[in-house]
């Protein structure tokens, strides 16, 4: 069983691209977040992948994947939620537990949340800058790019290269702030004591923390830290879980400049970002907290249901193999899965066979539902 790590606050910048105060730097961020003006063209922000009405994931859930600006170009990943990611570590390898922690994105390219904030803007298939030099000039053009001189100084936005990295720290800041990470779902106010569970609820929290049933909490830790840090619902390590190809995936349509292997495309996670076979098909784990309200679900968005999703924990390896890539509905009803996208470094030990009844499944997921901030008595 991985172990299961503390929640840790990813480093900011130093020096003189570190904002001061805080507060300020963050309502900078929000404002460069929201900012629809900074795409190339005009018309795509951090916010279109990440709304915050749908707990910072695509609001488009036709496709599994977000659109860039340009409309006929698709990333290859499902946009994960940008919620409580400011407490993944900076990605590195525990020597001790020997597996990689942390980071952004998928695949843990991105060490920090600043790291993180930059590549949207210079990816081809999100924001399309050609380069940092055109983001920090629509910076320059913005209502409030007065702003920047009060959070960093004089000068802030003058030269390209440290006014691109105050950029990337006021994003940070905004992320780092407390509209993602509220900590305000119902499992909240139940450890708080100001909630109470229905039976059917209390059921799935025991079968998810049971490691001879669910075993969710192995890699989605939901107890209090050591110190009473309210629970994040991930170890932010990798995983592959044997996630089938997502033959819906617009990403294969893409042109050869952006996708020269087109359906042959593999993704290997991990494995490709730090170059070792050993990782290939792993991907982060990422946090369970709103998980009901950001479908699709895994990184090529396969799932469509919460259901479907934790149904494929508990009977992967118990199914019969789909002769070919289905969609997750077409597969249900064959009762059968896919192939793995990934055969190699599977996770055997802890999901794929858990042996639970419908009625176990349908608990979990009704214990997963009271994770979604926002609740109110």
Same mark, same amino acid.
């Given at each position: 069983m *991985?172990?299961?790590?503390?929640?840790?606050?990813?480093?900011?910048l130093?020096?003189?691209?570190?904002?001061?105060?805080?507060?300020?730097?963050?309502?900078?961020?929000?404002?460069?977040?929201? %900012?629809?003006?900074?795409?190339?063209?005009?018309?795509?922000?951090?916010?279109?992948?990440?709304?915050?009405?749908?707990?910072?994931?695509?609001?488009?859930?036709?496709r599994?994947?977000?659109?860039?600006?340009? @409309?006929?170009r698709?990333?290859?990943?499902?946009?994960?939620?940008?919620?409580?990611?400011?407490?993944?570590?900076?990605?590195?390898?525990?020597?001790?537990?020997?597996? =990689?922690?942390?980071?952004?994105?998928?695949?843990?390219?991105?060490?920090?949340?600043?790291e993180?904030?930059?590549?949207?803007?210079?990816?081809?298939?999100?924001?399309?800058?050609? %380069?940092?030099?055109?983001v920090?000039?629509k910076?320059?053009r913005?209502?409030?790019?007065?702003?920047?001189? *009060?959070?960093y100084?004089?000068?802030?936005?003058?030269?390209?290269?440290?006014?691109?990295?105050?950029?990337?720290?006021?994003? &940070?800041?905004?992320?780092?702030?407390?509209?993602?990470?509220?900590?305000?779902? *119902?499992?909240? &106010?139940?450890?708080?004591?100001?909630?109470?569970?229905? /039976?059917?609820?209390? /059921?799935?929290?025991?079968?998810?923390?049971?490691?001879?049933?669910?075993?969710?909490? &192995?890699?989605?830790?939901?107890?209090r830290? @050591?110190?009473?840090?309210?629970?994040?619902?991930?170890?932010?390590?990798?995983?592959?879980?044997?996630?089938?190809?997502?033959p819906?995936?617009?990403?294969?349509?893409?042109?050869?400049?952006?996708?020269?292997?087109?359906? /042959?495309?593999?993704?290997?996670?991990?494995?490709?970002?730090? *170059?070792?076979?050993?990782?290939?098909?792993?991907?982060?784990?990422?946090?369970?907290?709103?998980?009901?309200?950001?479908?699709?679900?895994?990184h090529?968005? =396969?799932?469509?249901?919460?259901?479907?999703?934790?149904?494929?924990?508990?009977?992967?390896?118990?199914?019969?193999?789909? @002769?070919?890539?289905?969609?997750?509905?077409?597969?249900?009803?064959r009762?059968c899965?896919?192939?793995?996208e990934?055969?190699?470094?599977v996770?055997?030990?802890?999901?794929g066979?858990?042996?639970?009844?419908?009625?176990?499944?349908?608990?979990?997921?009704?214990?997963?539902?009271?994770?979604?901030?926002? =609740?109110?008595?």
């Amino acid at each position: 069983m *991985k172990m299961l790590i503390p929640a840790l606050v990813a480093a900011g910048l130093a020096g003189a691209v570190h904002a001061q105060p805080d507060g300020d730097a963050a309502a900078l961020g929000r404002l460069l977040f929201f %900012d629809a003006t900074l795409s190339e063209p005009a018309g795509q922000s951090c916010a279109s992948c990440h709304d915050a009405a749908r707990a910072f994931t695509d609001s488009d859930t036709s496709r599994p994947t977000s659109k860039g600006v340009d @409309p006929r170009r698709f990333g290859n990943r499902n946009s994960p939620t940008a919620m409580y990611m400011a407490f993944s570590p900076a990605f590195h390898f525990d020597e001790k537990e020997q597996h =990689y922690v942390g980071g952004q994105f998928w695949d843990g390219r991105a060490a920090t949340l600043e790291e993180q904030a930059k590549a949207p803007f210079l990816d081809p298939l999100e924001m399309a800058n050609p %380069d940092k030099r055109s983001v920090v000039e629509k910076a320059r053009r913005a209502a409030y790019a007065g702003m920047f001189e *009060k959070v960093y100084g004089k000068d802030a936005l003058k030269d390209v290269d440290p006014a691109f990295e105050r950029i990337a720290a006021a994003l &940070a800041a905004y992320e780092r702030g407390p509209e993602l990470q509220p900590f305000s779902s *119902k499992y909240d &106010a139940w450890l708080a004591g100001k909630a109470k569970l229905t /039976r059917q609820e209390q /059921r799935g929290l025991k079968l998810y923390e049971d490691e001879k049933k669910g075993n969710c909490a &192995a890699c989605h830790p939901s107890q209090r830290g @050591p110190k009473g840090e309210p629970p994040l619902f991930t170890d932010f390590t990798y995983d592959n879980l044997g996630v089938p190809r997502n033959p819906a995936n617009p990403f294969y349509g893409q042109d050869k400049a952006h996708n020269p292997d087109g359906m /042959r495309f593999v993704d290997r996670g991990l494995g490709a970002a730090v *170059k070792q076979p050993a990782e290939d098909g792993k991907f982060k784990v990422p946090t369970l907290r709103n998980i009901a309200r950001t479908a699709p679900y895994m990184h090529n968005g =396969y799932f469509r249901t919460l259901r479907g999703a934790v149904a494929f924990y508990n009977d992967r390896d118990v199914r019969k193999r789909c @002769p070919q890539d289905l969609p997750e509905a077409e597969a249900n009803r064959r009762k059968c899965w896919p192939a793995p996208e990934v055969a190699a470094n599977v996770n055997k030990d802890e999901l794929g066979r858990l042996g639970l009844s419908e009625r176990e499944v349908d608990d979990i997921v009704a214990f997963l539902r009271v994770l979604d901030d926002g =609740y109110l008595k």
